[in-house]
């Protein structure tokens, strides 16, 4: 299966970036202009609606349509696991609908003094059986602009100017 990875180092504390990855503004304010995100709803685990803190177990339902080209495209995403520790922390989520056959999106955060090293890993598999395989070698240059300005947004909103 195939896999990308993006690491990033932040010039602000692991609480503070942290923090910005636990709440649905934190998504909505990485997530660039032309993926066209619209967040539809947040789910607790109990299934009542609530967009406070993503816990394991919240599920995001949502659409996009990158560059405002061809139909939107519906995502449910499922926060699997979450846990924070004094010098790291990480949380899990996967696609329980949308685009892809898979997708497992690792996020994780290490503290580096009053630096943060963010790193993220999506495990996935694109559509279309032995054709998506084939093209999943190439993904990576597909994700790479989105998570370059995901991790260039969380910077900015993080780090003391």
Do not use: C
Not at 23 to 40: C, F, H, K, Q, R
Not at 77 to 95: N, V, Y
Not at 150 to 155: D, G, Q
Request: net charge negative.
């Amino acid at each position: 299966m195939p896999v990308y990875q993006r690491r990033t180092r932040v010039a602000a504390p692991l609480e503070r970036v942290w923090e910005f990855h636990s709440d649905i503004s934190g998504l909505e304010a990485l997530t660039p202009e032309w993926m066209n995100l619209e967040i539809v709803a947040v789910r607790t685990p109990e299934g009542t609606d609530d967009a406070a803190g993503l816990v394991a177990g919240t599920e995001i339902e949502m659409s996009m349509r990158p560059f405002g080209v061809g139909p939107r495209q519906q995502w449910v995403s499922r926060i699997l696991d979450r846990q924070e520790g004094e010098t790291t922390a990480w949380f899990r989520d996967d696609m329980v609908g949308g685009p892809f056959r898979k997708w497992v999106h690792t996020h994780r955060f290490a503290a580096d003094g009053e630096e943060t090293i963010i790193e993220d890993r999506v495990e996935y598999e694109l559509p279309f059986g032995p054709l998506g395989d084939a093209a999943g070698l190439f993904g990576g240059v597909g994700f790479e602009p989105m998570f370059r300005e995901r991790h260039k947004r969380t910077k900015a909103a993080v780090e003391d100017r």
